[in-house]
Protein backbone atom coordinates (compact mmCIF):
# COMPACT_ATOMS: atom_id res chain seq x y z
CA UNK A 1 0.00 0.00 0.00
CA UNK A 2 2.85 2.76 1.16
CA UNK A 3 5.18 1.37 -2.06
CA UNK A 4 2.64 3.23 -4.03
CA UNK A 5 3.56 6.24 -2.63
CA UNK A 6 7.61 6.25 -2.43
CA UNK A 7 9.67 8.52 -4.49
CA UNK A 8 12.32 6.58 -4.47
CA UNK A 9 13.11 2.51 -5.68
CA UNK A 10 15.59 0.01 -4.17
CA UNK A 11 17.96 -1.39 -6.50
CA UNK A 12 21.29 -2.74 -7.29
CA UNK A 13 23.97 -1.16 -9.68
CA UNK A 14 24.07 -3.80 -12.90
CA UNK A 15 27.44 -3.33 -12.67
CA UNK A 16 29.40 -3.38 -8.82
CA UNK A 17 25.64 -4.78 -7.53
CA UNK A 18 26.17 -1.72 -4.93
CA UNK A 19 22.82 -1.04 -3.10
CA UNK A 20 20.95 2.48 -4.23
CA UNK A 21 17.69 4.67 -4.80
CA UNK A 22 16.69 6.16 -7.71
CA UNK A 23 13.73 7.99 -8.51
CA UNK A 24 10.53 6.48 -10.14
CA UNK A 25 9.41 9.01 -12.05
CA UNK A 26 10.18 9.55 -15.75
CA UNK A 27 7.85 12.14 -16.22
CA UNK A 28 5.55 14.16 -14.72
CA UNK A 29 2.33 13.35 -13.65
CA UNK A 30 -0.89 14.54 -13.03
CA UNK A 31 -0.31 16.29 -9.88
CA UNK A 32 2.83 18.10 -11.25
CA UNK A 33 -0.21 19.01 -13.94
CA UNK A 34 -2.20 20.40 -11.28
CA UNK A 35 0.37 22.15 -8.99
CA UNK A 36 1.35 23.81 -12.50
CA UNK A 37 -1.78 25.32 -13.17
CA UNK A 38 -2.11 26.24 -9.74
CA UNK A 39 0.99 27.93 -10.25
CA UNK A 40 -0.22 30.00 -13.20
CA UNK A 41 -3.51 30.87 -11.40
CA UNK A 42 -1.37 32.40 -8.67
CA UNK A 43 0.79 34.35 -11.27
CA UNK A 44 -2.09 35.34 -13.02
CA UNK A 45 -3.75 36.89 -10.39
CA UNK A 46 -0.36 38.57 -8.69
CA UNK A 47 0.35 40.19 -12.22
CA UNK A 48 -3.41 41.11 -13.56
CA UNK A 49 -5.06 40.55 -10.96
CA UNK A 50 -8.08 39.53 -12.81
CA UNK A 51 -8.68 36.05 -15.53
CA UNK A 52 -6.82 36.58 -18.16
CA UNK A 53 -5.94 34.02 -21.34
CA UNK A 54 -2.20 34.98 -20.85
CA UNK A 55 -2.14 32.96 -18.38
CA UNK A 56 -2.48 29.74 -20.41
CA UNK A 57 1.23 30.63 -21.70
CA UNK A 58 2.48 30.89 -17.87
CA UNK A 59 0.87 27.34 -17.51
CA UNK A 60 2.98 25.65 -20.11
CA UNK A 61 6.07 27.38 -18.88
CA UNK A 62 5.41 25.92 -15.46
CA UNK A 63 4.86 22.60 -17.01
CA UNK A 64 8.23 22.87 -19.17
CA UNK A 65 9.86 23.46 -15.97
CA UNK A 66 8.56 21.00 -13.95
CA UNK A 67 8.88 17.90 -16.58
CA UNK A 68 12.51 19.40 -17.09
CA UNK A 69 13.55 19.19 -13.52
CA UNK A 70 12.08 15.36 -13.02
CA UNK A 71 13.62 14.06 -16.29
CA UNK A 72 17.03 15.84 -14.75
CA UNK A 73 16.66 14.60 -11.25
CA UNK A 74 15.64 10.83 -12.92
CA UNK A 75 18.76 10.87 -14.92
CA UNK A 76 21.00 11.70 -12.47
CA UNK A 77 19.86 9.24 -10.37
CA UNK A 78 19.85 6.72 -12.61
CA UNK A 79 23.90 7.09 -12.35
CA UNK A 80 25.65 5.19 -10.07
CA UNK A 81 27.52 7.18 -7.57
CA UNK A 82 29.87 4.52 -7.00
CA UNK A 83 31.29 3.12 -10.43
CA UNK A 84 29.97 5.69 -12.59
CA UNK A 85 27.70 3.37 -14.79
CA UNK A 86 25.42 4.37 -16.76
CA UNK A 87 22.33 2.21 -18.21
CA UNK A 88 21.02 4.75 -20.11
CA UNK A 89 24.53 5.64 -21.71
CA UNK A 90 25.15 1.96 -21.78
CA UNK A 91 22.40 1.11 -23.96
CA UNK A 92 23.14 3.66 -26.22
CA UNK A 93 26.91 3.32 -26.42
CA UNK A 94 28.99 0.08 -24.87
CA UNK A 95 32.10 1.45 -25.53
CA UNK A 96 31.55 4.80 -23.71
CA UNK A 97 30.07 3.54 -20.73
CA UNK A 98 33.17 1.16 -20.40
CA UNK A 99 35.14 4.08 -20.72
CA UNK A 100 32.73 6.19 -18.12
CA UNK A 101 33.13 3.88 -15.67
CA UNK A 102 36.85 2.69 -16.32
CA UNK A 103 37.27 6.84 -15.64
CA UNK A 104 35.38 7.08 -12.64
CA UNK A 105 36.94 3.91 -11.00
CA UNK A 106 40.86 5.01 -11.84
CA UNK A 107 39.53 8.56 -9.87
CA UNK A 108 38.75 6.15 -7.01
CA UNK A 109 42.11 4.64 -7.33
CA UNK A 110 43.55 7.60 -6.74
CA UNK A 111 41.44 9.83 -4.20
CA UNK A 112 42.84 8.96 -0.77
CA UNK A 113 39.55 8.63 0.91
CA UNK A 114 38.73 5.28 -1.07
CA UNK A 115 41.42 4.03 0.63
CA UNK A 116 40.33 1.89 3.47
CA UNK A 117 36.11 2.33 1.48
CA UNK A 118 34.69 -1.27 1.28
CA UNK A 119 36.25 -2.33 -2.25
CA UNK A 120 33.64 -2.44 -4.84
CA UNK A 121 32.31 -5.77 -5.80
CA UNK A 122 33.31 -5.39 -9.82
CA UNK A 123 32.26 -8.41 -12.11
CA UNK A 124 35.19 -10.87 -12.23
CA UNK A 125 36.61 -11.92 -15.76
CA UNK A 126 38.56 -14.88 -15.68
CA UNK A 127 42.11 -15.15 -17.03
CA UNK A 128 41.76 -16.70 -20.50
CA UNK A 129 38.97 -14.50 -21.53
CA UNK A 130 41.20 -11.47 -20.33
CA UNK A 131 44.24 -12.19 -21.82
CA UNK A 132 41.83 -12.91 -25.37
CA UNK A 133 40.13 -9.98 -25.00
CA UNK A 134 43.58 -7.83 -24.92
CA UNK A 135 45.13 -9.50 -27.57
CA UNK A 136 41.77 -8.36 -29.44
CA UNK A 137 41.69 -5.06 -28.13
CA UNK A 138 44.46 -3.44 -26.51
CA UNK A 139 43.52 -1.78 -22.93
CA UNK A 140 39.73 -2.60 -23.29
CA UNK A 141 39.05 -4.40 -20.19
CA UNK A 142 37.57 -2.81 -16.95
CA UNK A 143 37.15 -5.15 -14.31
CA UNK A 144 40.49 -7.19 -14.45
CA UNK A 145 43.04 -4.39 -13.69
CA UNK A 146 41.02 -3.82 -9.78
Do not use: H
Amino acid sequence: MFSLFQAKNNCYCAFCKTPRRIYRKKNISVMNVVASAMAAIVLMFAIWQEFDPRAIIAFVVCLAISETFVQIRWRLSVVCRTCGFDPILYTKDPEAAATKVRAQLDMRKEDPKYLLAKPLNLPAIPAAKAKALQAKEKGKLVSRSI
